[in-house]
């Protein structure tokens, strides 16, 4: 399974990004992508993840209304749309994919991407 993220970059506060994820390498009849990040000197947190079957969502409190998670499947891809950023958004963002379920316990994830850099300047 190889999951390869993509679109970080540095953005001035108030600006916007789009995160993907491609996943390859796997044949899962149903499984789930979680956004999670991680700043210097502060633990891993999900952000927002996503199932690819039903769709559903979900958001930490702190990017609601801001960040939207999508979801190609044709692709086996998966966008965080990233608006009104904020300087508190830097951070190395992953993709992770959850063969079995869905949420914000990193250690349920079974694969990890390489992570992204996100940088918000003020």
């Known amino acids: 399974v190889q999951l390869q993220a993509s679109g970080g970059g540095l953005v001035q506060a108030g600006g916007s990004l789009r995160l993907s994820c491609e996943a390859s390498?796997?044949?899962?009849?149903?499984?789930?992508i979680g956004w999670f990040r991680q700043a210097p000197g502060k633990e891993r947190e999900g952000v927002a993840c996503i199932t690819m079957r039903d769709g559903i969502i979900l958001y930490v409190d702190s990017v609601k209304g801001r960040f939207t998670i999508s979801r190609d499947n044709a692709k086996n891809t998966v966008y965080l749309q990233m608006n009104m950023l904020i300087p508190e958004d830097t951070a190395v963002y992953y993709c992770a994919l959850d063969a079995q379920g869905y949420g914000f316990v990193a250690n349920e994830y079974d694969y990890w991407g390489q992570g992204t850099q996100v940088t918000v300047s003020s």
């Open positions: 390498g796997f044949t899962f009849d149903d499984y789930a």
